[in-house]
């Protein structure tokens, strides 16, 4: 067992031991009839391989390590998840939720903490909760880890792959009306996060980001099986190596002022894709869900705008499943499109090594190279082509089988890791068991 893998099942039991605590005390106050506690739990147990096995490696969401798709992988699925609810009266509860799931390797103990909050109900259409929640960013935001709730082995990741944050420390407040045989919820949220992002290169580290504050609203309408939310959010992230960013960013600005055209144009170009203190990420979705049973339709559409320009993105997919008996099937389709093009590759060193010295032109050189190879790598152009089946064993387990052909147009394979500038082609298939408990 390596340091790492022995560092990750200390963590994991720690948390669970926290858990463990929790569950007890709320356990013993159940038995005075002084309280309604509840314990359940949900989890996935699945397999993937990715054709061809070459250097690219698969991954469900950006939070997650780079891997090379060259075996047979049980980690981009497999996860594990338990859901404690305390309801002292018809007007408060405590909520906590633990997900043990692969994440990359200097991810903070807490992120796998992903609920424990309070709600407070001082009237049935109002909810008002506070500590940590999950923000209301899309259709599937409490349930993104629960692979029983969905038909497909997981989301979009063309759509969900790039939102890292899936927590929010803070508060939210709620009030829904009714609407003939409908009913129309509004929801305003705020707080902050922190998100660990997995090096998507060999030679790139984690990368961690404070996100403070991350502010937004949806409006979410439901009447029988049909649901139609929009949200807006806005998020503000400094990274916790930002003294590295505010270098690379001096060094592009110092760079853009000398008088070599070829150096200053794109050195002025590349210091203008992100910004030297707070990255500014503005989101906007629209989701609907029909089930129109035995058909189920799903589809969500978003845009990412901001100061960060490799973050600007078009998002989306689509998704049919029929019904027949205990079987599902199903069909979607993918998209996630970058809308800026990819940064030149800085050819400096014969340029400047006349005006600054051989020394300081390979300096260059390398920094130039390092960021716009890091742009370029975050970029993100691909679409996905998935056909699956999901099998109700029991009302508590289901097995999923599932083929996704995913094709990456050159510098687009931000999701990736171990991507390159090529074009990529791949297909990955999928097997896995869901269960709630």
């Known amino acids: 067992m390596t340091p790492r893998t022995l560092a990750r099942l200390q963590r994991a039991t720690w948390l669970a031991a926290s858990f463990a605590a929790l569950s007890s005390t709320a356990s013993a106050q159940d038995a005075t009839g002084s309280s309604d506690f509840r314990l359940n739990g949900f989890g996935t147990l699945g397999l993937v391989d990715v054709l061809p096995h070459d250097s690219w490696g698969f991954r469900r969401e950006i939070d997650q390590t780079e891997h090379h798709d060259q075996h047979l992988r049980a980690d981009v699925d497999s996860r594990l998840g338990l859901q404690a609810s305390w309801r002292l009266d018809p007007q408060f509860e405590l909520v906590g939720q633990l997900v043990l799931k692969p994440r990359a390797h200097e991810a903070a103990d807490d992120e796998s903490l992903a609920e424990a909050f309070a709600a407070w109900r001082p009237a049935p259409e109002w909810e008002i909760r506070a500590g940590r929640t999950s923000p209301d960013l899309f259709l599937l935001a409490d349930v993104r880890n629960v692979g029983f709730a969905y038909p497909w082995m997981r989301p979009s990741v063309d759509f969900y792959g790039w939102m890292p944050a899936s927590t929010l420390d803070g508060a939210d407040v709620s009030r829904q009306w009714l609407l003939g045989d409908g009913r129309l919820r509004a929801k305003i949220f705020a707080g902050k996060t922190s998100?660990?992002?997995?090096?998507?290169?060999?030679?790139?580290?984690?990368?961690?980001?404070?996100?403070?504050?991350?502010?937004?609203?949806?409006?979410?309408?439901?009447?029988?099986?049909?649901?139609?939310?929009?949200?807006?959010?806005?998020?503000?992230?400094?990274?916790?190596?930002?003294?590295?960013?505010?270098?690379?960013?001096?060094?592009?600005?110092?760079?853009?002022?000398?008088?070599?055209?070829?150096?200053?144009?794109?050195?002025?170009?590349?210091?203008?894709?992100?910004?030297?203190?707070?990255?500014?990420?503005?989101?906007?979705?629209?989701?609907?869900?029909?089930?129109?049973?035995?058909?189920?339709?799903?589809?969500?559409?978003?845009?990412?705008?901001?100061?960060?320009?490799?973050?600007?993105?078009?998002?989306?997919?689509?998704?049919?499943?029929?019904?027949?008996?205990?079987?599902?099937?199903?069909?979607?389709?993918?998209?996630?499109?970058?809308?800026?093009?990819?940064?030149?590759?800085?050819?400096?060193?014969?340029?400047?090594?006349?005006?600054?010295?051989?020394?300081?032109?390979?300096?260059?050189?390398?920094?130039?190279?390092?960021?716009?190879?890091?742009?370029?790598?975050?970029?993100?152009?691909?679409?996905?082509?998935?056909?699956?089946?999901?099998?109700?064993?029991?009302?508590?387990?289901?097995?999923?089988?599932?083929?996704?052909?995913?094709?990456?147009?050159?510098?687009?394979g931000g999701l990736w890791g171990f991507n390159t500038p090529a074009a990529h082609h791949a297909s990955v298939l999928s097997a896995g068991m869901d269960f709630v408990f």
């Open 195 to 412: 998100v660990t992002l997995g090096a998507n290169q060999p030679d790139t580290t984690d990368d961690h980001g404070n996100v403070h504050p991350l502010l937004g609203s949806t409006l979410a309408f439901d009447a029988g099986g049909l649901t139609i939310k929009a949200t807006v959010a806005e998020a503000h992230t400094r990274s916790r190596n930002f003294d590295n960013v505010i270098q690379a960013y001096n060094g592009l600005d110092q760079l853009a002022r000398l008088p070599v055209p070829v150096v200053s144009t794109q050195a002025a170009q590349l210091r203008d894709s992100f910004s030297s203190h707070t990255f500014v990420t503005r989101y906007a979705a629209l989701g609907v869900s029909w089930d129109m049973s035995p058909w189920q339709m799903q589809a969500e559409l978003s845009r990412i705008t901001g100061n960060f320009e490799s973050s600007s993105a078009w998002y989306g997919y689509a998704s049919l499943a029929r019904r027949i008996d205990d079987v599902t099937l199903f069909t979607m389709v993918g998209r996630a499109r970058s809308s800026r093009a990819p940064l030149p590759q800085p050819q400096w060193t014969g340029a400047l090594a006349p005006v600054v010295g051989p020394v300081l032109a390979q300096q260059a050189q390398t920094l130039g190279t390092d960021i716009a190879g890091q742009y370029n790598s975050g970029r993100e152009n691909e679409g996905t082509l998935t056909v699956g089946s999901r099998w109700d064993i029991n009302a508590q387990v289901a097995l999923k089988a599932q083929l996704d052909v995913v094709r990456s147009a050159a510098y687009g």
